[in-house]
C-alpha cells in the first residue's frame, strides 16, 4: 500500500537515482520527502520522510553527511538522498555507503542534473496515489508497461474495439491486458476498481507538461 524506498528508481523519470548503501531497510515505506536545509534537521521531520541532501546553502563535509544518517536513524525517516556533481557535493564517500548499511538506513545518490521540482513532484504524487489504491505494494514496472494501454483506454472512453484498433491488435488482446494489470492483486478485489486505481495512479505520475511544451501547443 505505501511507497517504499526500493520504489523509487523505478518511478517515472527518477531512474539516475541509484541506492547505495542500506539495502537491508529499502522498503523503508516513505511518508514524504522533505529538502533538508540546515545542519540539523531533527526539529523539522516527524519520521518517515525521504531527506534529500544538496550541499547548495550549507557546506556539506563527510563527517556532517555522517551526521545526516545518525540523525536520520535516531529520527525514523525512510532513508537519504544525497545529491552529487561537480558544484557542491562531489560524491559520496565509501564511508559513507558502509555507514548506512551498519545502520540499516537506505542512502540514495542522485545527480544534480536532475531537477528537485521533478523529483519531489513526482515523489509526491506516488505517495499520493498509494494511499488511493488497495494494493499490497507500489509496482512502478507493471503501471509503466502499460501506459499505452491506459492512454488508449483514456482516448477510446473504455471502448475495447476503438482500443485494439488503436494500438493495433485483437480485441482480445486489450481485454488479456486488463486482466494482466489487475490479476496481479487479490482476487477478492474487484476488478473494475482496480482498474480505476491503475488510471489514478497513472493519472497522478503522468509528468506534467514542460514550459516548452505549452509554448509548443500555443
Known sequence: MALRCNDIPGLPGLDAIRLRG???????????????????????????????????????????LAE?????????VAGLVVLTGDAYIGQLPKTLCALADDL????????????????????????????????ESFDADNLASSTDLIEAWIQCLGNQS???????????????RINQLTD????ET??????????????????????QQNQETK
Request: glycine share 6%; aromatic share 8%; proline share 6%.
Open 22 to 64: 542500506g539495502s537491508a531497510a529499502a522498503t523503508n515505506p516513505v511518508r514524504w520527502p522533505y529538502l533538508a536545509e540546515n545542519r540539523s534537521f531533527k526539529d523539522w521531520v516527524k519520521g518517515g520522510e525521504l531527506v534529500f541532501v544538496t550541499g547548495i546553502s550549507r557546506h556539506r563535509s563527510p563527517q556532517n
Open 68 to 76: 545526516c544518517l545518525y540523525e536520520g536513524k535516531q529520527c525514523n
Open 104 to 135: 540499516a538506513l537506505p542512502l540514495f545518490e542522485q545527480p544534480y542534473s536532475l531537477p528537485m521540482v521533478e523529483v519531489t513532484e513526482v515523489i509526491g504524487r506516488a505517495i499520493v496515489m498509494s494511499e488511493h489504491t488497495g494494493t
Open 162 to 176: 476503438a482500443m485494439a484498433k488503436l494500438l493495433g491488435c485483437h480485441r482480445n488482446t486489450i481485454r488479456n
Open 184 to 187: 496481479s492483486l487479490s482476487r
Open 190 to 211: 474487484d476488478k473494475a476498481d482496480v482498474f480505476k486505481s491503475r488510471l489514478l495512479a497513472h493519472l497522478l505520475l503522468k509528468p506534467a507538461p514542460s514550459a
